[in-house]
């Protein structure tokens, strides 16, 4: 045991659970427990999961030979106070037989003005419960998360639902928990042309999430662009060239940025997907902060990136049925000292996409950010010792994500499934203990 795992251990933390992640093979898991909340059928929610060749436990009495990978709870019907004492009676009663490494996803109603007090309650008690849930059962390397949807998307219109089921209950989520996603645009006439190989644009793409980001989209069929500094331009071929992607040496900052991407993309027949990962950090406190440093880190981050989009999207460069995925930070969601220019960057693009999902609505568009915890990375490695080892094991899974943890996240929004997802904000950071 290293030096630093014996004064961890000390503390009282516990040694980590190594996370099943997908490996190509692995993805979906072997049985799910459907449970509810209400005195109803499970029948659609099983008859969908079947469908997904997901093995669905029908007869209890199976749960004395087999382990349960995965539980799945629709609590989209709320039926009165006793609606509170089912959620705990049936995970109590179902959670020794959960296997290490499980998902637990829970499907429930967002809060709205149409909905009752008591139901909107219920909805929200929902939310305190699974990442408590998920904290307590993180140890072992399984992940609590809810799907925001309605009731009629799980009996009628369940076609919503695939992508982040999918997601949820598989080994490509193993950094996710604690989070919500929400079904909130029913749309589903995205006309996708399968015939074309689609092309993805991921920015910072060199090295670290920016360099795996790229590797997974190629792996997932994408012609990848990848796009880097002039400093980076070897290591940006290099990467490239290894997954018969392309390099395009470019600074988002540059003024001229949005219009060279244009031209790239009238060669290439339009973008599918923009990654928008290039961020830097340039920290010290505010007081001591130097303006081209505020202005450096607000530039790349954010402005560059709303640039950016504004071009392409007044030119028509992104094609119907395209996704833009942004990364954010959990540094923009809890803050962080010495960073108030790189949290305000990061903050500002969860505003940004939750904006600008309801204009690209009627492009057809997707639009959605991912935050990243700690995450293994050059950029975590610059980090001073003490916050680095804390920041690396306070979260529910007590370890730092791998750069494939944002990736794969990253993957999940750009499928053409996760059409009726956008503006939101997905956390890879298996639920921070500090933050939101
Ligand atoms: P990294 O420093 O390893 O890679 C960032 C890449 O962006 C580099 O290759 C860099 O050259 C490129 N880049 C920087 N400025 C650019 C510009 N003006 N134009 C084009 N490219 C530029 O960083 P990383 O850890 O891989 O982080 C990737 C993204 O994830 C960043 O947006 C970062 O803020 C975010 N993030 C990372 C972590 C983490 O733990 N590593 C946590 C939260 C968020």
Redesign the pocket.
């Known amino acids: 045991m290293s030096l630093t795992n014996k004064l961890f251990s000390l503390l009282g933390f516990a040694k980590p659970i190594t996370l099943k992640r997908y490996n190509g093979h692995n993805n979906l898991p072997a049985n799910v427990l459907v449970l509810n909340t209400a005195t109803q059928s499970n029948e659609a929610l099983n008859q969908l999961l079947t469908k997904l060749k997901f093995n669905v436990i029908i007869n209890n009495d199976d749960l004395i030979v087999k382990s349960i990978e995965s539980l799945v709870i629709d609590a989209t019907s709320y039926q009165g106070e006793d609606s509170y004492q089912t959620l705990y009676k049936t995970v109590h009663e179902n959670l020794k037989y959960l296997s290490t490494n499980a998902r637990i996803v829970l499907i429930a109603k967002a809060s709205q003005p149409s909905l009752s007090t008591e139901e909107n309650t219920f909805s929200q008690a929902l939310v305190g419960f699974s990442k408590s849930l998920a904290k307590e059962v993180g140890r072992k390397g399984s992940t609590v998360n809810i799907i925001f949807t309605s009731t009629k998307q799980i009996n009628e219109n369940q076609k919503a639902l695939v992508a982040p089921l999918r997601f949820l209950l598989s080994a490509k989520s193993a950094f996710v928990s604690g989070q919500v996603v929400s079904i909130n645009n029913n749309k589903n006439d995205l006309t996708v042309n399968k015939d074309k190989q689609k092309t993805a644009i991921v920015?910072?793409a060199?090295?670290?999430?920016?360099a795996a980001i790229a590797e997974k989209l190629s792996n997932d069929g994408y012609l990848v662009i990848g796009?880097?500094?002039e400093p980076?331009k070897a290591l940006l071929t290099t990467t490239m060239a290894n997954l018969s992607g392309e390099a395009f040496t470019?600074?988002?900052?540059d003024s001229s940025a949005g219009e060279q991407l244009i031209q790239l993309g009238k060669k290439l027949h339009g973008f599918d997907l923009i990654v928008h990962?290039?961020?830097?950090?340039r920290d010290k406190t505010l007081g001591k902060m130097p303006e081209q440093w505020w202005q450096q880190t607000l530039n790349?981050?954010l402005l560059?990136v709303m640039r950016i989009n504004k071009s392409l999207l007044s030119q028509n460069s992104i094609n119907s049925g395209g996704r833009i995925v942004c990364?954010?930070?959990?540094?923009g969601i809890a803050g962080q000292g010495g960073q108030t220019n790189y949290a305000c960057s990061?903050a500002g693009i969860i505003g940004y996409v939750a904006s600008m999902s309801r204009e690209l609505l009627t492009k057809n568009i997707t639009i959605n950010a991912v935050?990243?915890?700690?995450?293994e990375?050059?950029?975590?490695k610059k980090m001073p010792f003490a916050p680095r080892e804390m920041g690396r094991r306070m979260n529910a899974l007590g370890q730092g994500g791998l750069?494939i943890d944002?990736a794969e996240t990253v993957a999940f929004f750009a499928t053409d499934d996760c059409y009726a997802i956008s503006g939101q904000t997905v956390r890879v950071c298996g639920l921070n203990m500090i933050g939101a």
């Open positions: 920015t910072g060199a090295q670290g999430i920016g796009v880097d500094i980076m470019l600074d988002v900052s990962n290039a961020g830097i950090t790349i981050n560059s990364l954010s930070s959990m540094n990061k935050a990243p915890g700690f995450i990375t050059k950029m975590t750069p944002v």
